[in-house]
């Protein structure tokens, strides 16, 4: 333990965070497989399942979020919020990091926090066009700060920001599943075009609803779809799906673990705009229909999903609208060859081919320079 380099990744909360951290620590175990790596997220958030899922150790602090509707609440919250900082400082101690990375929610808060003032340098990852709250307060302290979208000057110092895109899981890009088995993976016919929904990493009501109340529609398609409904939404999803009787060009569930097959199989995706997901999506050169969540944080998804649709790279829906235009929209468009084929070229070419392993090598540049000046 003594002379490997030592690296602490927080933050978590929702799969936007947790995917990219876990990306970013296969690539610096691909570049150096030495390095010992630690996650540090949120109690009973995702990522206590996703990260050991993965095959990396993670510890949990009792942080929660401020409830911005009920104040009094917050109390409980601040005694949380220092518990997590007395914990993450413990961890620091122990694990004795060379540097850490922090991904935005919870957890990212007090653990960098902690490492800045103990003197670790510390590297952030924006994922979004606009700066999350948590990055916004770190960012003083951050020694580098790794963007998605260009334009993040106007949250952070310009001369902390590298321009990497955001990471994406290394099994979506180097998968080798072909159309046909991806389609069968999940029960359906590989002679149909296929249309798969998601909802970003938890969900979206909106879209559930759209499915729920399209189902008809969904039978005389002619299409399939593969249909992630998020877990809070999966009973609700599955009922609404069995009082409608049997539909065999529908395949339910809550979550997919194999989002490669998922990509492969799908001629068409409609989907929240979550960064993480488009930056997929440019990879894969995924046709898309997006419907930004107008529930986050300054309509940032708005933002995201504009760049793209701006470009003639994707297609948008209004969440205020979906019910009326998306299914007749998805529907019309999977039989559009050239639509699909261009919305195809527009959107590759704004990939950012090698985010992981671009920020794997400013955490290690970083851990590197703090290990040659504390341990002679
Ligand atoms: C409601 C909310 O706060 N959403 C935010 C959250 O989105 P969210 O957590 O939905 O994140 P993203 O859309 O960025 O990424 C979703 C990730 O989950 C994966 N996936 C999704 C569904 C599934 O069944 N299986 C699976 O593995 C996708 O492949 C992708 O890697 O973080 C993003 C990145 O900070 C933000 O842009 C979003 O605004």
Request: positive net charge; contains cysteine; glycine residues 8%.
């Amino acid at each position: 333990m003594k002379d490997n380099l030592r690296i602490i990744i927080s933050g978590g909360g929702t799969g936007g965070h947790i995917f990219p951290a876990v990306s970013i620590a296969n690539a610096i175990k691909e570049q150096h497989p030495d390095t010992e790596i630690l996650f540090v997220g949120a109690e009973g958030r995702m990522e206590m399942q996703r990260v050991p899922a993965a095959g990396y150790k993670i510890i949990g602090l009792p942080v929660a979020g401020f409830d911005r509707k009920n104040l009094l609440k917050n109390f409980s919250v601040l005694i949380k919020l220092f518990r997590s900082q007395l914990k993450a400082r413990q961890i620091i101690k122990e694990f004795k990091p060379h540097a850490a990375v922090g991904v935005g929610g919870y957890a990212s808060g007090p653990t960098l926090k902690m490492a800045g003032m103990m003197g670790i340098p510390t590297l952030i990852q924006e994922q979004n066009s606009y700066a999350g709250v948590t990055n916004k307060l770190l960012a003083k302290k951050a020694c580098k700060i790794c963007v998605a979208y260009e334009g993040m000057e106007r949250f952070f110092d310009k001369e902390k920001i590298i321009l990497t895109g955001n990471p994406v899981r290394q099994g979506l890009l180097n998968s080798s599943i072909d159309r046909e088995k991806a389609i069968q993976s999940f029960g359906l016919d590989p002679q149909k075009k296929t249309i798969l929904i998601v909802g970003g990493s938890l969900g979206a009501r909106t879209i559930n609803n759209c499915v729920m109340q399209g189902l008809e529609k969904i039978k005389n398609s002619g299409v399939q779809f593969i249909w992630q409904t998020g877990k809070f939404y999966i009973n609700e999803a599955k009922a609404t799906v069995a009082k409608a009787g049997e539909i065999t060009m529908l395949h339910t569930t809550d979550f997919i673990s194999d989002m490669a097959a998922a990509y492969t199989a799908a001629d068409l995706v409609i989907s929240r705009a979550g960064a993480g997901s488009i930056s997929e999506f440019c990879l894969l050169q995924k046709p898309v229909i997006l419907v930004p969540s107008p529930n986050v944080a300054e309509d940032h998804q708005t933002k995201n999903a504009l760049a793209l649709v701006n470009k003639e790279a994707a297609l948008y829906v209004k969440d205020s609208e979906a019910t009326q235009k998306l299914l007749d929209l998805a529907i019309a468009t999977v039989s559009q060859p050239d639509t699909l084929k261009n919305l195809s070229m527009n959107i590759a070419k704004l990939a950012f081919k090698d985010s992981a392993n671009v920020i794997a090598n400013e955490v290690y540049k970083l851990a590197v320079k703090y290990k040659k000046e504390h341990e002679r």
